[in-house]
């Protein structure tokens, strides 16, 4: 059970959900799929690019952080941008009806001031593509989360992506269990208590 792979402008493309520092893998519906195999990286518009997570009532994400990693050949080279908060409701009501008793949805965008940058990553892949160079560009998106109370039986956790500014969100995972899906080490009780 692993993250698919998205946005493939050129070659392969993951995406990454981490929550204090683990690595959760699960299936992604297929009606995602068949989204993500649709979107090119290369047209999208990375201001456009929403993240959003829903966490049971006692997680909350501290920092969130995109990571870009571009591969030629033998020469790899990752960049890191800590996301913003989403702070316009009206981008969220495609997700109204995901939101559950137990649960908060967070969301988040590519800070404005990173946009330049995440473009000329972007750019520099297609000019090693238009030098006939094979290549990839990867997304990962990490989320360090802390604890603000006791967790769930259940701690589910479903990530979201929207990738077009008149687009909604859809889910990429869903409902990925903390105290199943992952290693004993990275149990939710593990994750520290907000400070």
């Known amino acids: 059970m692993c993250f698919p792979a998205f946005f493939r ?20 519906p297929l009606t995602s799929m068949v989204k993500l195999a649709r979107t090119d990286l290369a047209a999208t518009d990375p201001a456009a690019l929403r993240i959003a997570v829903r966490l ?18 033998a ?25 559950t008793r137990d649960t908060t949805i967070y969301a988040f965008r590519i800070a404005p001031a990173d946009v330049p940058r995440v473009l000329a990553l972007r750019d520099e892949m297609a000019a090693h593509k238009a030098k006939g160079e094979r290549g ?6 990490g989320a360090d989360a802390c604890r603000i109370g006791a967790l769930p039986a259940k ?16 889910p990429l995972t ?19 208590l907000c400070g």
């Open 9 to 28: 402008p050129f070659a392969a493309v993951a995406a990454i959900l981490t929550v204090a520092a683990l690595t959760a893998c699960s299936s992604v």
């Open 56 to 73: 049971p009532q006692g997680l909350r994400p501290r920092r969130v952080t995109l990571r870009i990693t571009l591969a030629v050949g």
């Open 75 to 99: 020469e790899k080279r990752e960049q890191t941008f800590v996301l913003a908060d989403l702070d316009d409701p009206a981008e969220l009501l495609s997700l109204a009806g995901e939101v």
């Open 136 to 141: 990839s560009l990867t997304l990962g998106v």
């Open 155 to 170: 701690a589910l956790i479903t990530t979201y992506l929207k990738t077009e500014r008149a687009g909604d969100f859809f």
């Open 174 to 192: 869903r409902d990925v269990d903390l105290r199943k899906d992952v290693p004993k080490e990275a149990a939710p009780e593990r994750i520290p």
